[in-house]
């Protein structure tokens, strides 16, 4: 009783960490156009044929969710909109990375037979792994939970993480179609609940589900070919092969959807050279990172599966197997987003938040090694206190912040004092009773025009809109007022950083 009480509060005090993590060394705090127009807005918890977005269901109701709870529950009592925004947008994305964690703990103890303490360590350090492969010390460094925005962590992580945590779900058991038939049917209900969620997020992340999946399927017609017994594949492969057919579907009305006809037609080029820079936009960011750390990461995953054939025994067996299932995953995910991208648009091979099918498979591949490593030669659960803490001060030290958001390349007080700058303007008159109000906000390109009410991001002429949708969604406003900006470079100077005389970081060693 007194270990699970410890167990329970090791657990706790994880989710914790990966609170803090989120709220305070990388706020996700709302910026661009986008955050505001999805902040507020919900879309029809269905795929929509020929929309802009026809399949992310999850990201566009989980999202204006996040942004209902924070200003109806905790914006009363704090009396911080802004604050109450990114702290409830922060607390569900620290709710899907936990639930990841957790089910890599319990695939280290159900598959590998880890003790719950060992189970618990390797589960921190799959955490700390997702900052330490990007970690360059004393230089801006990315980290495995980066995204554009706000708008990008619920249209790509959040949907990576579920999908991710669905998949190790599944791999915890030997023969997951026997264990899912004898769970009742309200654990039924909520796991097919989930995968509804987990397809119909995004295309780019749901391709981890998908391939898993396919190679289950693969699997079980071999096995089946092997024996020459089909009367038994139906039963064993149905769920496998119902979550394929609909993840096919997603991909079929994505690819019929406004985004993806615009997308295309902005990207020109023939197939062969628009793969060619696709190629290099995802190597040259990989040459951006750590080699040093990413050759150690190679080399633990490799080193394991030479012990593994060594020592051939069932616990090899299964961990081969599991890694054979994560390489598949992997690669079919890798070649997938190379040649999305080629149509959409190579930059986005360069982009942690878009590539995070590829990282978080790579980071479960070398986890499990970890894991198997300590199984194996269980003289090493001595040296896990020295790694966790050396690897957690790489990972975290504070000499240089993590890569500012792509859409907001500023400190979170300056959002945050942007941010409150616009909505005061706003609210100041509709609290005068006024139709429409002009509100300055800074000006982001010179040659933003209203006429193309794109430009000025990331506070463009069309996100005027966006933000009365919101602030009224959330009772902020009383009336759907007028909005319009009007760009200033005095909100430039007044509130953003002045980096003309910069100065680098002097080491103490």
């Known amino acids: 009783m007194k270990k699970n009480f410890y167990l329970i509060g090791g657990q706790l005090l994880l989710f914790l960490c990966i609170l803090l993590v989120l709220t305070q060394l990388f706020p996700l705090l709302p910026f661009d156009g986008d955050d505001w127009r999805y902040l507020g807005g919900m879309r029809q918890p269905i795929p929509l044929w020929g929309a802009w977005n026809p399949t992310r269901v999850m990201p566009e109701v989980l999202m204006p969710t996040g942004g209902a709870i924070a200003a109806f529950l905790i914006y009363p009592i704090t009396g911080d909109y802004v604050g109450a925004l990114t702290f409830v947008e922060s607390f569900i994305e620290a709710i899907f990375i936990f639930a990841m964690l957790y089910a890599f703990y319990k695939v280290s103890i159900k598959r590998f037979k880890l003790s719950k303490w060992a189970a618990l360590a390797c589960e921190v350090l799959f955490f700390m792994s997702f900052f330490f492969v990007f970690k360059k010390f004393n230089q801006p460094s990315y980290s495995g939970f980066w995204a554009a925005d706000l708008t990008c962590v619920f249209y790509y992580i959040i949907p990576g993480l579920l999908n991710l945590t669905l998949v190790l779900y599944m791999m915890q058991e030997e023969s997951f179609m026997q264990y899912f038939k004898s769970l009742n049917n309200k654990k039924k209900g909520f796991f097919l609940l989930l995968v509804y969620f987990a397809i119909f997020s995004n295309t780019q992340l749901n391709i981890i589900i998908a391939s898993f999946c396919s190679v289950k399927l693969l699997e079980i017609f071999y096995k089946a070919i092997r024996v020459r017994k089909f009367n038994n594949i139906v039963t064993c492969s149905w769920l496998y092969a119902t979550i ?158 993590l890569v500012y958001a792509a859409n907001a390349d500023h400190d979170p007080i300056t959002i945050k004092k942007i941010d409150n700058y616009i909505i005061n303007q706003i609210i100041t008159a509709d609290r005068k009773g006024k139709a429409s109000v002009v509100v300055k906000v800074p000006r982001e390109s010179e040659d933003a025009t209203p006429e193309v009410t794109t430009s000025n991001w990331p506070h463009p002429y069309n996100m005027a809109v966006w933000l009365q949708n919101t602030l009224y969604s959330h009772h902020i406003i009383r009336t759907r007022m007028r909005i319009v900006f009007k760009p200033d470079s005095k909100v430039n100077k007044q509130f953003y950083e002045n980096t003309s005389e910069q100065q680098p970081f002097f080491p103490p060693e």
Do not use: H
């Open 244 to 401: 394929l057919v609909f993840w096919i579907l997603t991909v079929i009305f994505d690819l019929n959807g406004k985004r993806a006809k615009y997308v295309s037609s902005a990207n020109e080029g023939s197939f062969l050279i628009n793969f060619i820079k696709t190629w290099q936009q995802f190597i040259n960011f990989i040459k951006e990172q750590n080699i040093f750390i990413i050759g150690i990461l190679i080399f633990v995953l490799i080193s394991s599966l030479v012990i593994a054939t060594i020592q051939w025994k069932k616990l090899s067996l299964d961990y081969v197997k599991l890694i054979g299932y994560v390489f598949f995953c992997f690669l079919c995910s890798l070649v997938y987003l190379l040649l999305a991208y080629t149509k959409a648009g190579s930059s986005y091979a360069g982009r942690p938040d878009a590539m995070w099918a590829v990282i978080s498979l790579f980071l479960l591949g070398v986890n499990l090694a970890v894991v198997f490593y300590i199984k194996m030669f269980a003289a090493l659960t001595t040296f896990i206190p020295l790694i966790c803490v050396v690897i957690a001060i790489f990972s975290f030290n504070v000499n240089e912040r």
